[in-house]
């Protein structure tokens, strides 16, 4: 399709929200319509998108293992970002690719920043220095209610059979996925250019329109026919 090509050097895309939010679902419905368009997306997640990033995040998803502090897990999901970014993302911005990430800095911000209590600013001096100053382009927040979200995430867990291994945060009460949202809606609003927050209630056709507009000025194929 013509008029396809990607916005520019350092198309990184990261997708946010609570555990349930449809953040998986709606990368991967995105990454069709932009492969439908001749634009082969990187899909990548933090934490992973590494071998030793899958293994830092069973080690810090894993209910059986023991629960590292709160300053540990910051300092494991930074690492995991470290090398993500050098091994993965940094390479394939380099090479003109987009690349969609589901979750990133802001995460950490929202989980070990402001719900685990770390504070903001112990998040953000680690992420000063290259790699990790890396910023993205656009960052897509699907807000949904935490009482929904962890409802769609036990039942996903349980059809997957993966309650065990990744099941963590969603062991955390309501409060801690409420203080999650606010936090993120909170960054959200503080950067107006870079995110976009797009209502995560619905069906998956429901919030994939509203992610498509949400990125619509990006690629403007996306913008959704009116009937
Ligand atoms: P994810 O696989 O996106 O979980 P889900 O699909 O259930 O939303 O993320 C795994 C967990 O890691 C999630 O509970 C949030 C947590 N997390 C942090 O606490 N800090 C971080 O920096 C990142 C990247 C994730």
Same mark, same amino acid.
Request: aromatic share 4%.
């Given at each position: 399709?013509? %008029? +396809?090509?990607p916005? %520019? ?13 449809g ?28 071998a &030793? ?7 810090? &998803?894993?209910?059986? #293992? *023991? ?18 970014? #050098?091994?993965?993302?940094?390479? +394939? &911005?380099? *090479? ?11 995460? !950490?911000?929202?989980?070990?920043? *402001?719900?685990? %209590? ?13 790699? &990790? ?9 699907l ?9 769609? *995430? ?7 059979? !993966? ?9 955390? %009460? ?8 606010? #936090? ?29 507009? +949400?990125?619509?000025?990006l690629?403007?194929?996306? +913008?959704?026919?009116?009937?």
């Amino acid at each position: 399709m013509s %008029g +396809a090509r990607p916005p %520019g050097d350092g198309t990184f895309l990261t997708f946010e929200g609570i555990e349930g939010s449809g953040k998986s679902t709606q990368i991967r419905l995105l990454a069709r319509r932009l492969e439908a368009a001749g634009i082969a997306a990187l899909v990548t997640r933090e934490p992973g998108g590494t071998a &030793l990033g899958e293994r830092l995040r069973a080690a810090l &998803l894993e209910p059986g #293992a *023991a629960a590292p502090s709160p300053l540990v897990e910051l300092l494991l999901y930074t690492a995991d970002r470290a090398q993500h970014l #050098a091994e993965v993302v940094e390479p +394939a &911005l380099a *090479a003109g690719r987009v690349v969609l990430c589901d979750r990133y800095l802001d995460a !950490t911000l929202a989980y070990q920043g *402001a719900a685990r %209590g770390l504070g903001l600013e112990a998040v953000e001096r680690l992420h000063r220095d290259p790699p &990790l100053d890396r910023r993205p382009l656009r960052t897509v927040l699907l807000d949904a209610d935490p009482r929904e979200g962890l409802a769609r *995430a036990r039942e996903r867990n349980r059809r997957l059979g !993966t309650e065990r291994s990744e099941g963590r945060f969603e062991e955390e %009460g309501l409060a801690f996925h409420e203080s999650v949202r606010r #936090a993120y809606l909170a960054l959200a609003a503080a950067d107006p250019k870079r995110f976009r927050v797009v209502d995560g209630s619905g069906t998956e056709e429901d919030i994939e329109a509203r992610v498509r507009l +949400a990125l619509a000025d990006l690629f403007p194929f996306l +913008a959704v026919p009116r009937p």
